[in-house]
Structure formats: C-alpha cells, structure tokens
C-alpha cells in the first residue's frame, strides 16, 4: 500500500518561492502519476499539475503555467512542487495525489487514489 | 476552458436518504468525470471515475452515471459517515487540463 508523506508547514513572504516534498514509500515508484491539489482557506479543490513518473513528463494547469515546476526523484522515490512569485492568494493547504498501480496516462491525473496528509503555505508580509 | 457547474451546493438529509447531486460541464466531456469525498481537515477520497465506475474499496451505495455533459452522484441510502462535501472533476485523455467543480455539501437535515 501506497503511502505519501508530505514535507512540513512553510511561511513565505510575497514574490518568494516555496518548494514542497511528497515522499512515496510501497509499490513501485515510476508505476503512477503524481498530481497536486491545493485548497485555499475555506475554498474549494484546484488541479495545479502533474507529473507522468514513468516519462519524467510534468504537466500543469493553464493558470500555473510559468509559475510553477513539478519534479520527481526516482532515486528518493519523492516528488516536488515548485511554487514561484508567491502572492497572498497561493495561501492554501497543498496535496499530493497519486495514482492506482499501472495507471500512468494523462487521464491517470484524475484518478487520485493515494494523498499526502497536506502542507499548508502562508504567505504573508 | 470546461467550466464545471455542481448543484446544489449545499443540501441537508437524513440518515438513509437517497441523494443526488449533479455536475454539468460546458461543453461535452463524454465521461472524463471523477467524483470525490472531502471531509473537514482531511485530504480528498476518490468514488467514482470515468462517470461510473467504482474506485476500489468505495462502498456499493455510491454509484456515479451521465456522459457528455450531465452527470450525477448518488448516493443511494445516505449513512453517518457520507456527510461530507462532495466536488467532481473534469477532465481529457488528450489534454492535461483537469477542473473542479465548485463542491456539495451534504449536511444532516
């Protein structure tokens, strides 16, 4: 069974950068699609991007493109996600999302079957 | 881009109800549709994807249906534990571009 184990809570200051950890542990690493999700407080689910692990192949959401750089490390079995020029309004709870087994198509990013436990970014002055 | 439009937003009912909750998409999405559970504090839980099918481990009182650009989540005798919020997604075989829908939530009545 798969697991994800997100990195911890960051405070940033507008127009820096964060850069958030998701670590899988169980299965087998390149077999799935990772994507991330956010939440900002009291608001509803936005896609932010992806990564096809088995290609190295990112993918993000129109209104992220530019700012923000999906990674992965095959070798630490982590994936990363690379938030630039933060704004006040990137304060949100961050999710990283993974796949079922051997789903590893585009239309995999939807199928969100394991999550992180959420790292919440605050920016703030 | 596909605009996802969810109703109601939000509803109230009792134990052993049969809830129903609709997605409409913007444009025809065939059934690229997934459905998703969100309890407070807690990272999203996936029902159903392509429209209908069931994710594994989900309980067989959640069924999902609809293609183009209707589709709906029942839920078809409501128990304590599905009180929640609920949000499809849209999204492409072809085009990484997934979307939300603005979410319900089911409240005890």
């Known amino acids: 069974q798969v697991q994800l184990v997100q990195s911890g809570a960051e405070v940033r200051k507008p127009g820096s950068s964060v850069k958030v950890s998701c670590k899988a542990s169980g299965g087998t690493f390149n077999n799935h699609v990772i994507s991330w999700v956010r939440q900002a407080p009291g608001q509803g689910l936005e896609w932010m991007g992806g990564i096809i692990l088995m290609f190295g192949t990112s993918n993000y959401a129109q209104k992220f493109q530019g700012r923000v750089t999906i990674t992965a490390d095959e070798s630490t079995n982590t994936a990363y996600m690379d938030l630039r020029s933060l704004r006040s309004e990137d304060t949100a709870v961050y999710y990283c999302?993974?796949?079922?087994?051997?789903?590893?198509?585009?239309?995999?990013?939807?199928?969100?079957?394991?999550w992180g436990q959420g790292t919440l970014v605050t920016v703030s002055s | 881009d596909i605009q996802m439009t969810q109703s109601p937003s939000t509803l109230s009912a009792s134990v052993g109800d049969r809830v129903i909750i609709t997605c409409r998409a913007s444009?025809?999405?065939?059934?690229?549709l997934a459905w998703y559970q969100q309890k407070p504090g807690k990272a999203p839980k996936l029902l159903i994807y392509?429209?209908?099918s069931l994710e594994s481990g989900v309980p067989s009182r959640f069924s999902g249906s609809g293609s183009g650009t209707e589709f709906t989540l029942t839920i078809s005798s409501l128990q304590p534990d599905d009180f929640a919020t609920y949000y499809c997604?849209?999204?492409?075989?072809?085009?990484?571009?997934?979307?939300f829908g603005g979410g319900t939530k089911v409240a005890i009545k």
């Open positions: 392509k429209a209908s």
């Open positions: 999302a993974m796949s079922p087994p051997s789903c590893s198509t585009v239309s995999c990013y939807a199928r969100m079957h394991f």
């Open positions: 997604l849209q999204y492409n075989s072809y085009s990484p571009e997934l979307a």
């Open positions: 444009q025809n999405i065939n059934t690229w």
